[in-house]
């Protein structure tokens, strides 16, 4: 059974940096693409940074290229988010998602992590 686990979230000030931590299980993610996404309260959830497990192949959210880096660690089996000069818009709920390649979706994500950023 495939499991996505999140954590690294927190309450941190304009600024400052966050480093998630996606620990994934239950398969082998050679052929999927990993990927960050964030809902905010009252708002749609919106992709982040997605990496392809082969390759590492890096995509990214206008809204944060430039301040966060997406990394894998294929013999932990673990994706990392590194944020960085962090903003009071970055606040929300960060999800962690497995696409399939070749997928028309994502076929598996994580529970969440909480990341607050006081102005």
């Known amino acids: 059974q495939v499991h996505l686990g999140e954590s690294g979230g927190g309450l941190v000030q304009a600024g400052g940096s966050l480093r998630l931590t996606c620990d994934a299980s239950?398969?082998?993610?050679?052929?999927?693409?990993m990927a960050w996404f964030r809902q905010a309260p009252g708002k749609e959830r919106e992709f982040v940074a997605s990496?392809?497990?082969?390759?590492?192949?890096?995509y990214y959210a206008d809204s944060v290229r430039g301040r966060f880096s997406i990394s894998r660690h294929k013999v932990k089996n673990t994706v990392y988010l590194q944020m960085n000069t962090l903003k009071p818009e970055d606040t929300a709920v960060y999800y962690c998602?497995?696409?399939?390649?070749?997928?028309?979706?994502?076929?598996?994500w994580g529970q969440g992590t909480q990341v607050t950023v006081s102005g």
């Open positions: 990496i392809r497990w082969s390759g590492g192949s890096t």
């Open positions: 998602a497995a696409q399939r390649v070749g997928s028309d979706s994502y076929n598996y």
């Open positions: 239950g398969r082998t993610f050679s052929s999927y693409a």
